[in-house]
T-cell receptor, first 111, second 113 residues
Framework: GEDVEQSLFLSVREGDSSVINCTYT??????LYWYKQEPGAGLQLLTY?????DMKQDQRLTVLLNKKDKHLSLRIADTQTGDSAIYFC???????????FGRGTSLIVHP | DVKVTQSSRYLVKRTGEKVFLECVQD?????MFWYRQDPGLGLRLIYF???????EKGDIPEGYSVSREKKERFSLILESASTNQTSMYLC????????????FGPGTRLLVL
């Protein structure tokens, strides 16, 4: 199976909260990341969390890490049309500098 | 702001051609990376470099080579392009080896006919 798994699509209404989920398989992961890719652009780092943290909040973004279940989520509060993009989850494992990316979740925000 | 630029946004080549994709960063970063991005597959690392004239294979190096003659420039080379190399190619650079400081270029969409 894949090392990092994400669902491919998520559709939400403008103003609602979005929750994008990610699961990973390697318990030695040290850093876990969320990247955003807008159409025609490269990836932009949104936020990251160390494996010894459970939660990180940054304005409208909340990252939750459940180490027991190896589950990472990104919650976007008050989702706007400008949040429509592909969101990638990525991990770095202990002793490695090579990142493993998920396939990306396409977030579609409709009025 | 860090700037990572790629020589072309769109490129069309024929099977068997030699293709050069250039990437330049302006922040004196040590590390540079080449990824390819395919629909539904996410990003896959092709090659990376931690110093001038140094290169290391990523997950999918077959069919590619790289060159890092100067610190700011990292080139991806397709010696003989094939249709299965049609993809979006993304370059990134970072100061540290941790992913949190990676900056990505806008990408080059390559079509091999």
């Amino acid at each position: 199976g894949e090392d990092v798994e994400q669902s491919l699509f998520l559709s939400v209404r403008e103003g609602d909260s979005s929750v994008i989920n990610c699961t990973y398989t390697d318990s030695s992961s040290t850093y876990l990341y969320w990247y955003k890719q807008e159409p025609g652009a490269g990836l932009q780092l949104l936020t990251y969390i160390f494996s010894n943290m459970d939660m990180k909040q940054d304005q409208r973004l909340t990252v939750l890490l459940n180490k027991k279940d190896k589950h990472l989520s990104l919650r976007i509060a008050d989702t706007q049309t400008g949040d429509s993009a592909i969101y990638f989850c990525a991990e770095i494992r202990r002793g490695s500098y090579i990142p493993t990316f998920g396939r990306g979740t396409s977030l579609i925000v409709h009025p | 702001d860090v700037k990572v630029t790629q020589s072309s946004r769109y490129l069309v080549k024929r099977t068997g051609e030699k293709v050069f994709l250039e990437c330049v960063q302006d922040m004196d970063h040590e590390n540079m990376f080449w990824y390819r991005q395919d629909p539904g597959l996410g990003l896959r690392l092709i090659y990376f470099s931690y110093d001038v004239k140094m290169k290391e294979k990523g997950d999918i190096p077959e069919g590619y080579s790289v060159s890092r003659e100067k610190k700011e420039r990292f080139s991806l080379i397709l010696e003989s392009a094939s249709t299965n190399q049609t993809s979006m190619y993304l370059c990134a650079s970072s100061l540290d080896r941790g992913l949190e400081t990676q900056y990505f270029g806008p990408g080059t969409r390559l079509l091999v006919l």
